[in-house]
């Protein structure tokens, strides 16, 4: 693989205008600025519209069930700290059927990039409500209008001590490139979640609707404070664009495990003796 594009010839099957198109030039971009080798990077992703993205990226990916991306993610990455591993979906795959997922891997820590495509509906499904969908958003389904309270993922991200809490919107491809190349660079968990159009399946979130309810984050936010940023993350009027919380120097995942304790070689690249394998099974 020399660089990121895919291979010439494929489709892309998503609609004429669905953000996912933008966001995915902002991935190929930071990846290619940031000088990674694409034998190096390893996406993990789920079922949906968004977590076909990494089948139209040319690196390495595992492609599996609905929800299951993060788990996957955080154990490439323990058994090869060497690799740049990103978790990629939409928002009902990574807070819906992935949500014991987010909430658990959150906690470790692990060093992976978790970008999540936040169209506040279920995509490829036809336009079922998600756990993002806004109150009252009437849907095929719920024909009356959702009646529950969207997910907050910044605020509980946050609770749950993540290391490292964004939010862009594919309209802006500049920012959503530099904080994904910022959440790839940061030591430690760094959830991206991205608001972007579904230009078939929700007609009340649309460009305009992102672009009247977003605001950048300036000078004044410090993203070291997280006060600061948990006051971000509640606000619903309009919502904050960049990052909004950042803490380095946290052990991640695999530095806490007992195997890297005294060896930090990658575990894929350790010699295995298969005998002492056998000798367990047969204990
Ligand atoms: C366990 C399981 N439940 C439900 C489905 C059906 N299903 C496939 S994709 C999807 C929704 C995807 O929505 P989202 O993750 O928001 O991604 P989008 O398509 O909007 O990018 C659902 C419910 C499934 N494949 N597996
Ligand atoms: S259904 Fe929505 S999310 Fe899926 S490709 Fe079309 S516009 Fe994009």
Redesign the pocket.
């Known amino acids: 693989m020399k660089n990121f594009e895919m291979k010439e010839g494929l489709d892309l099957a998503w609609c004429p205008g669905c953000g996912?198109f933008n966001i995915r030039d902002s991935i190929i971009q930071a990846l290619q600025e940031l000088e990674l080798k694409p034998q190096n990077v390893v996406f993990s992703s789920?079922?949906?519209?968004?977590?076909?993205m990494p089948q139209y990226i040319g690196a390495n990916y595992f492609n599996g069930?609905?929800?299951r991306a993060m788990p996957v993610a955080v154990a490439i990455k323990g058994a090869n700290p060497e690799l740049t591993v990103i978790a990629e979906?939409?928002?009902?795959?990574?807070y819906?059927?992935g949500g014991n997922h987010f909430i658990h891997n959150v906690r470790r820590n692990p060093d992976i990039t978790h970008l999540v495509?936040?169209?506040m509906?279920?995509?490829?499904?036809k336009g079922?409500a998600?756990p993002t969908s806004r109150k009252d958003f009437k849907t095929g389904v719920q024909i009356n209008g959702v009646v529950n309270e969207p997910m907050n993922p910044l605020a509980l991200a946050l609770v749950l001590g993540a290391t490292f809490v964004a939010r862009v919107f594919s309209g802006d491809k500049e920012q959503v490139k530099d904080v994904i190349k910022a959440a790839i660079e940061h030591k430690g968990y760094a959830l991206v979640d991205i608001f972007h159009p579904?230009v078939s399946?929700n007609k009340v979130n649309t460009y305009r609707w992102y672009k009247e309810h977003t605001y950048p984050l300036d000078g004044s936010h410090d993203p070291t404070d997280w006060n600061m940023a948990m006051a971000a993350a509640m606000e619903s009027d309009k919502f904050p664009l960049g990052v909004l919380y950042k803490k380095e120097g946290l052990a991640t995942f695999a530095d806490l495990q007992p195997v890297y304790e005294e060896d930090k070689t990658a575990i894929v690249r350790r010699k295995r003796d298969l005998s002492q394998v056998n000798q367990l099974i047969m204990e």
């Open positions: 996912n789920g079922i949906g519209q968004a977590a076909k069930l609905h929800g979906g939409g928002d009902g795959d990574m819906g059927e495509h936040n169209n509906v279920y995509g490829l499904t079922q998600s579904c399946f």
